[in-house]
């Protein structure tokens, strides 16, 4: 990695009679940088009245901008004193970055802030329009990072998804091959919510729903310890911003407004419009709501490490075992929507847990224990559990493998039967299970009293349940298991329309 | 009320040669009206080349831009045949409507789309700038209906609530008089959210929390009948545009917009820029994000309401009884949050009724002696019932009292100790219960077999039912009557931070 920077020093005053003064204080300063870094080398290009012209070369770790910046402070602090001179201004001229890719990017891409040179696999970073206050900010190995990470992108896209066996059912009698949701909504169960991807329970799904939701805590958590938490359903940015949501997935949410006033003076003309109009005046609107801060919780467990932030928990407290069961998700889904199994809105019980490797190791094989006991006892459906690689170590670039297996995903997949063949059509993902390492901990700065904490969570979605049941194993509770006929024995009787 | 309308027809070609026809036709369309309203006049002011110069005039229900408007129609089907003649646009160059009012107004006030002249309680609207496409919308009456309401509110403001005594408990002796959310907070219990009047419920809260859903749903929903259906927490403009909330509350929503897609391309410089910098850009953020188009979930009736839309109902299934208790609730506060029982997010059970009038009246009974026993026999606190008006009838300006009390809403008020003397402090508002006449069954065109419909809902606030308990009850389980006992023995163990 090569680094140039051409940067010029405005002073407060004409600076001729100090050049070889300044050549001493420069020469000096780059001494001390040569110790930690033995390439960042500092020239004098030229004295021109108030301005000083430099170039800062590195090919080591230490950036040219943190040397500008710190020879910046020297000067300031040893000829203001003794010259009751000042720097001005600082002008950068230029800043490249020279480096090579591990492969060859593919296609073009882009970098903000900065033109590109591609050639093979070296790139040079040109940066455009740069500021002190931008050398000031961490930008500039972060766009390093992401020029490397889009390059790695360009050879991981179109890869197929790790996903590896870990265990299946033996094939099973199906009692049909119907699509429930469609059942459901013909027999008046289930209706299409008010907006796209929603749906409105009516007693009798909801009856189905809830008694998911019942044997999942029964059976589930509360045989393993879980105790209940109740989190906001609304997630500001910072808190994505921590876990990397808000660069992962930021076309997936509901973005959450507030009023700029609750003044009813303020309100009074879009009142007004709407009550004469009986439509929504935008513009109006616009004037009083303010920009996005946050969004509808996607996931449980982003509110649930920021619980924890900055906290040193008690060595006798792990591992944590809570959950969630109150927030509900949004997720924008555009197109792809199908049943209640793809959805915009779903209710989830997030399990998250926190404590040391071996504690959540240990935890992982309780839980394949229970939701082993869950899908054969309780709902007797065919099912298979997988290694996969969730979305976070895929933009990493890092592939699982046995090697890496401690962290990582185990999804569970159900044979839908509405689709098609068990041997050829696409099962759902109806269950979770990770470990996700120290990525969360360290995001939040969790502490424990003496150990290394990792985390994870397992999220429960109800609806993907329901349908996995369902599909299945039909919507006439004759044809259900005992087992889950002692969580709901028949459906309610419901509401009649002519 | 009497209505002045001036307009000019441009027709397609000279008119000077038809002006006999032309009155003719006028004049038999204005003896037609007549019929209908004796006092609309139309006059013609003026023919000049291709216009004609029209008067209209009424004091009766009969509305001047109809009669134009059909105007129109008559003569271009009457010349068009006849002529080839066809009226190319219309010009309004006035439209003034006087009007008395009930008061004179209290101080000055605006309505969009015309300019006020008030002289006591002599009102005249000039209306400007309108169109016929303005005229076409069904917008003059309403504005004539906003400004009686404007003037009728400022009479109404700061004027006291109604409220009237129905029932009280014994004064109570209270174990403490301290303020149980910030004891609460003090124990790691419970701490403030990651936005503005959210809280997060550690293992301890949470199980306040949901003991009383648990009481809610067994001694008070189960006993009276009712069923649990499950509906969005995403509600859209038109269905609070249809129940009145949009221009009830508008300050009072958390807006929710949508991305404008999901497409990672659109969205690439966005994360690009979040990875550098990681702060929000906003103006990247506007550009793909849309307009809002919904809200959180205020309160869960309008979705309910809007299941029924349209549809008509079998008699065999009134009084319908539903709740839904998963829609978490968001109302924008901005001052005046306090605690868990004024907040911006909380979680409340909302049965909603509809039957007839008897069903209903015999349903408030009903609930009022299980709300009874559960305050008086599992709470043991000192509370006391009211009659109150909500908003959307003291907005009407129709007080509540006697007469009216088969629709209206009953407060149920619990004292709370650390506010001070149970006589001068502010009681909390912990329950409601309301009978809301047709109101919400017509905005949504709900009807039944055979029976006029009537609806009603009863908004079960948890925290404000943990707020009023803990309050009186405080937070040690020792303390606790038997009968809260049987659902809640003692405090989970929760975590432990150094």
């Given at each position: 990695?090569?680094?140039?920077?051409?940067?010029?020093f405005?002073?407060?005053?004409?600076?001729?009679?100090?050049k070889n003064?300044?050549?001493t204080?420069?020469s000096?300063?780059?001494?001390?940088?040569?110790e930690?870094?033995?390439?960042?080398?500092?020239e004098?290009?030229?004295?021109?009245?108030?301005?000083?012209?430099?170039?800062?070369?590195?090919?080591?770790?230490?950036r040219?901008?943190?040397?500008?910046?710190?020879l910046?402070?020297?000067?300031?602090k040893?000829?203001?004193?003794?010259?009751?001179?000042?720097?001005?201004?600082?002008?950068?001229?230029?800043?490249t970055i020279?480096?090579?890719?591990?492969?060859?990017?593919?296609?073009?891409?882009?970098?903000?802030?900065?033109?590109l040179?591609?050639?093979?696999?070296?790139?040079?970073?040109?940066?455009?329009?740069?500021?002190?206050?931008?050398?000031?900010?961490?930008?500039i190995?972060?766009?390093?990072?992401?020029?490397?990470?889009?390059?790695?992108?360009?050879?991981?896209?179109?890869k197929?998804?790790?996903?590896?066996?870990?265990w299946?059912?033996?094939?099973?009698?199906?009692?049909?091959?119907?699509?429930?949701?469609?059942?459901?909504?013909?027999r008046?169960?289930?209706?299409?919510?008010p907006?796209?991807?929603?749906?409105?329970?009516?007693?009798?799904?909801?009856?189905?729903?809830?008694?998911?939701?019942k044997i999942?805590?029964?059976?589930?958590?509360?045989?393993i310890?879980?105790?209940?938490?109740?989190?906001s359903?609304?997630?500001?940015?910072?808190?994505?911003?921590?876990?990397?949501?808000?660069?992962?997935?930021?076309?997936?949410?509901?973005?959450?407004?507030?009023?700029?006033s609750?003044?009813?003076?303020?309100?009074?003309?879009?009142?007004?419009?709407?009550?004469i109009?009986?439509?929504?005046?935008f513009?109006?609107?616009?004037?009083?709501?303010?920009?996005?801060?946050?969004?509808?919780?996607y996931?449980?467990?982003?509110v649930?490490y920021?619980s924890f932030?900055?906290?040193?928990?008690?060595?006798?407290?792990?591992?944590?075992?809570?959950?969630?069961?109150?927030?509900?998700?949004?997720?924008?889904?555009?197109?792809?929507?199908?049943?209640?199994?793809?959805?915009?809105?779903?209710?989830?019980?997030?399990?998250?847990?926190?404590?040391?490797r071996?504690q959540?190791?240990?935890?992982?094989?309780?839980?394949?224990?229970?939701?082993?006991?869950v899908?054969?006892n309780?709902?007797?459906?065919?099912?298979?559990?997988?290694?996969?690689?969730?979305?976070y170590?895929?933009?990493a670039?890092?592939?699982?493998d046995?090697?890496?297996?401690?962290?990582?995903?185990?999804?569970?997949?159900?044979?839908?039967?509405?689709?098609?063949?068990?041997?050829?059509?696409?099962?759902l993902?109806?269950?979770?299970?990770s470990?996700?390492?120290?990525?969360?901990?360290?995001?939040?700065n969790?502490k424990?009293?003496?150990?290394e904490?990792?985390?994870?969570?397992?999220?429960?979605?109800?609806?993907?349940?329901?349908?996995?049941?369902?599909?299945?194993?039909?919507?006439?509770?004759?044809?259900w298991p005992?087992?889950?006929?002692?969580?709901?024995?028949?459906?309610?009787?419901?509401?009649?329309f002519?």
């Amino acid at each position: 990695m090569k680094f140039n920077l051409s940067s010029i020093f405005s002073f407060s005053s004409d600076i001729s009679s100090m050049k070889n003064e300044l050549k001493t204080t420069i020469s000096n300063f780059n001494k001390v940088l040569i110790e930690k870094d033995k390439s960042v080398k500092i020239e004098i290009k030229n004295f021109i009245n108030n301005s000083l012209y430099l170039n800062i070369s590195s090919d080591g770790f230490f950036r040219p901008h943190n040397a500008l910046l710190q020879l910046k402070n020297v000067i300031s602090k040893e000829f203001g004193k003794k010259h009751h001179l000042g720097i001005r201004n600082i002008k950068i001229d230029s800043y490249t970055i020279d480096f090579e890719l591990e492969k060859k990017p593919l296609k073009d891409f882009t970098i903000p802030f900065a033109k590109l040179n591609v050639s093979g696999k070296q790139i040079k970073l040109i940066l455009e329009d740069v500021s002190e206050d931008f050398l000031r900010r961490n930008y500039i190995d972060r766009m390093i990072t992401l020029a490397k990470e889009k390059v790695a992108n360009q050879y991981y896209e179109g890869k197929e998804e790790f996903w590896k066996l870990i265990w299946e059912s033996d094939p099973k009698k199906h009692v049909w091959s119907k699509d429930p949701t469609e059942e459901m909504v013909k027999r008046g169960w289930l209706k299409q919510g008010p907006t796209k991807g929603k749906w409105f329970y009516r007693p009798q799904a909801a009856a189905i729903l809830k008694a998911m939701e019942k044997i999942a805590i029964e059976e589930v958590l509360i045989p393993i310890g879980f105790q209940e938490i109740i989190e906001s359903n609304i997630v500001p940015f910072d808190i994505w911003l921590k876990t990397g949501h808000l660069e992962g997935m930021p076309g997936e949410f509901y973005y959450i407004s507030e009023p700029t006033s609750r003044d009813v003076e303020k309100w009074e003309r879009f009142v007004d419009l709407t009550k004469i109009t009986k439509e929504i005046d935008f513009d109006e609107l616009k004037k009083n709501v303010s920009a996005p801060s946050a969004g509808i919780c996607y996931a449980q467990c982003p509110v649930i490490y920021w619980s924890f932030k900055g906290t040193t928990i008690s060595e006798k407290s792990l591992p944590i075992l809570i959950y969630d069961k109150t927030a509900v998700s949004g997720r924008y889904e555009s197109g792809g929507r199908h049943g209640i199994e793809r959805v915009d809105e779903f209710h989830r019980i997030e399990p998250v847990y926190i404590g040391t490797r071996k504690q959540l190791l240990n935890l992982r094989d309780k839980f394949i224990d229970r939701y082993k006991h869950v899908f054969n006892n309780i709902f007797d459906i065919e099912w298979r559990m997988a290694w996969v690689t969730p979305w976070y170590i895929q933009q990493a670039g890092k592939l699982g493998d046995e090697s890496t297996q401690d962290t990582g995903t185990i999804d569970f997949e159900a044979y839908m039967p509405y689709r098609g063949d068990r041997r050829s059509s696409e099962w759902l993902e109806f269950q979770n299970l990770s470990i996700l390492g120290d990525k969360y901990i360290s995001a939040f700065n969790i502490k424990a009293q003496k150990s290394e904490l990792w985390s994870g969570c397992s999220g429960i979605g109800l609806e993907r349940w329901v349908a996995a049941f369902l599909a299945q194993k039909g919507i006439n509770p004759d044809n259900w298991p005992d087992g889950f006929k002692k969580y709901l024995k028949e459906i309610p009787k419901g509401i009649e329309f002519l």
